[in-house]
């Protein structure tokens, strides 16, 4: 994967990558309101998986649009396929995320993506905004902790 580079975006990358983000929110948003199980604020340390249960939830919620490649819930890996936004197709996106620890903090977990645009019919590696990056970090850290939240109401 490539690293995170900070470069003056085009316009249609720039929309390109707006439109990732904002269809990663929306697919937030919808996670809400079903009646889920009650947990445990100590069920993200007591469950078969080996990572933080709550990042490893938030994390393949908000990357449910695209397809997954390959998913280790006891290492904590998650690797997208290549995602192309319709209304970009010019343009892909490949997401992995590694959840590095037990604990929801925010440096157990990392995010790098590889981005890609189509030149002359071939595509061409391009560099990602950190802030791409950053902002996915975010919303995946937002949710875990809302979802911890919600588990410590349920008690």
């Known amino acids: 994967m490539t690293g995170s580079t900070l470069t003056r975006p085009s316009t249609l990358g720039l929309i390109g990558r707006v439109g990732l983000i904002a269809i990663a929110t929306v697919a937030l948003s919808a996670c809400g309101g079903r009646g889920r199980p009650k947990a445990d604020l100590a069920a993200s340390k007591i ?27 006891n290492g904590g890996v998650i690797v997208t396929d290549w995602y192309a936004n319709p ?34 019919g071939v595509w061409a590696e391009a560099p990602v ?12 850290l937002t949710r875990a902790r809302d979802l911890r939240r919600q588990a410590s109401a349920a008690k």
């Open 87 to 120: 209304n970009n197709p010019n343009e892909r996106m490949k997401v992995s995320v590694a959840i590095l620890d037990q604990d929801l903090r925010a440096d157990a977990l990392r995010v790098a993506a590889s981005r890609q645009v189509m030149q002359d």
């Open 129 to 140: 905004q950190a802030a791409t990056v950053q902002k996915l970090e975010d919303v995946i």
């Open 47 to 73: 469950t078969t998986i080996g990572v933080n249960s709550y990042l490893w939830r938030a994390s393949l919620e908000a990357l449910s649009f695209m397809p997954l490649l390959q998913t280790d819930s």
